[in-house]
């Protein structure tokens, strides 16, 4: 029963031919065969996901996710988890509310599995940086699984869930779903909740699905989508049912494709995937338009500004006496801060803890963050003028397949380049989505990038489900026991 997707399940739950008790014991059986594999779980709710199970096949219910088994990823308030980010400085934290995505989820009958590996604070591009367990890529022993939601896609593309929630500062739900050959979103800034979200940099964040087909994308965003007064960057705006959008064809729907994305350092046969990809989509119906986001070069630099120094304010909050690992045997308040801080966070946050403090330190905010927002204006305005040629863009999610673990660690910038096609979007505050449009000869998947104008999560959805109907790797699977 794991093999199927989140809209299959529900058809035969309703239909009554299987329980949701079923469910959820075919997918433990199958987290018992892999996990060994795959790294991806740091908590599972074995004795929680059953007892869910039993309510949701008493009770009953009509919502697109009732009796759904999910994981989350482990940066979302949990009441009843553990929430550690993937670090020792939160090691063993059991938060004492809910995060407004996962109250959705259980208000619509999902059943919690448990709490997937992330880099830590959402730091990373690969999940190399959690503190208790690297994922690995299901496709490729040894592999990296993309980061930070790493264990989210490798729980999906492994099939140890039917589905996951991550988060998504510069990519890191696009990047693991394109490299763990799933479908992942990065909706509209403002479009799902962050409230219990444990905030890295606060106007980069955004939460989305990490699914198994374009359809169940779908699914997820008619539930965690909407307004909450929780959040104050919440938007108030109707959310639209995203599976009525999954139309075939693409007559009249203009694609842009930028120049600058297609450049210096892209894989050949990523490349030529994404190239393939847009002649599907060509082949759908849509025209197809070269378009350009000049400032592209500086959204590196942009983001590797705004997002530390957003993270070195939240992560104060960090220092052993409000939240966070506290050394016990410091003689005095300053030993205290600087050892509890240094036991508890692993080198990648510090790094941008540091970097993001002196970018906001008195002599150099103009010089770096203030000049970095200012930059950042003029690469959304890129966005909005292109918006005005085409619906949507399309290009690579990453510059090269997976790579194998260990290979890029002691190259901090090699790793904030892998984000160079994703980081945009976050900037932007517009909708993303990856989706698989290859596989390359060593195994590996290949994801191509869709982004629209705010708001138009449905443009991506229809032309993501159109070129999943043509090239059908949503049915292709990695080898596992």
């Known amino acids: ?196 979200l444990v905030a890295f940099a606060s106007s980069l964040d955004q939460v989305g699905p990490l699914t198994k087909d374009v359809r169940d994308c779908a699914l997820m965003m008619n539930v965690i989508a909407g307004h909450d007064p929780r959040d104050s960057t919440s938007i108030v705006r109707d959310v639209p049912d995203y599976t009525t959008m999954l139309t075939e064809g693409l007559q009249g729907m203009r694609i842009g494709v930028p120049r600058e994305y297609f450049g210096h350092g892209l894989d050949p046969e990523v490349d030529r995937a994404v190239r393939d990809g847009i002649a599907m989509l060509a082949d759908a119906g849509a025209e197809i338009v070269d378009v350009t986001l000049p400032h592209t070069e500086y959204c590196v630099a942009v983001y590797y500004l705004i997002a530390p120094a957003e993270a070195s304010s939240n992560l104060s909050r960090f220092d052993g006496v409000r939240f966070g690992h506290r050394d016990m045997d410091a003689d005095s308040l300053i030993d205290m801060y600087r050892s509890s801080r240094s036991q508890g966070f692993g080198d990648e946050v510090k790094r941008r803890i540091l970097i993001g403090t002196y970018a906001l330190s008195a002599g150099y905010y103009d010089a770096y963050y203030k000049k970095a927002s200012q930059v950042r204006t003029l690469i959304r305005d890129d966005f909005t003028r292109a918006f005005e040629q085409c619906d949507l863009l399309v290009s690579p999610v990453t510059p090269t397949p997976a790579w194998k673990i260990g290979e890029k660690s002691d190259d901090p910038l090699a790793l904030y380049l892998s984000d160079i096609l994703t980081i945009s979007a976050n900037l932007a505050g517009i909708p993303a989505l990856s989706v698989p449009c290859g596989i390359s000869q060593n195994g590996l998947p290949i994801g191509m990038q869709m982004q629209a104008a705010h708001f138009n999560e449905g443009i991506l959805l229809k032309a993501a489900w159109n070129l999943e109907m043509q090239n059908g790797l949503n049915l292709k699977k990695p080898t596992l026991p």
């Open 1 to 196: 029963m794991y093999t199927m997707t989140i809209a299959q399940a529900r058809e035969k739950l309703a239909r009554g031919e299987i329980s949701s008790v079923e469910l959820v014991q075919s997918v433990l059986a199958r987290i018992d065969a892999v996990e060994d594999r795959t790294k991806a779980y740091l908590a599972l709710d074995r004795e929680g996901a059953l007892a869910a199970a039993e309510e949701a096949d008493r009770k009953g219910g009509d919502s697109p996710l009732h009796g759904i088994p999910l994981s989350v990823k482990d940066v979302f308030c949990t009441k009843n988890l553990p929430t550690t980010c993937g670090s020792k400085m939160l090691a063993g934290f059991i938060p004492p509310y809910d995060a407004t995505v996962i109250e959705r989820l259980s208000d619509a009958g999902a059943i919690m599995l448990g709490k997937v590996a992330m880099d830590e604070f959402a730091m990373g591009s690969t999940s190399e940086n959690c503190a208790f367990q690297v994922p690995e890529n299901p496709w490729k022993p040894g592999y990296v699984t993309g980061g930070s939601s790493g264990g989210s896609a490798a729980a999906v593309a492994a099939e140890e869930c039917f589905a996951s929630l991550g988060s998504d500062t510069g990519g890191s739900i696009r990047q693991p779903a394109s490299l763990c050959g799933i479908v992942g979103m990065k909706p509209t800034y403002g479009r799902v909740s962050r409230y219990g």
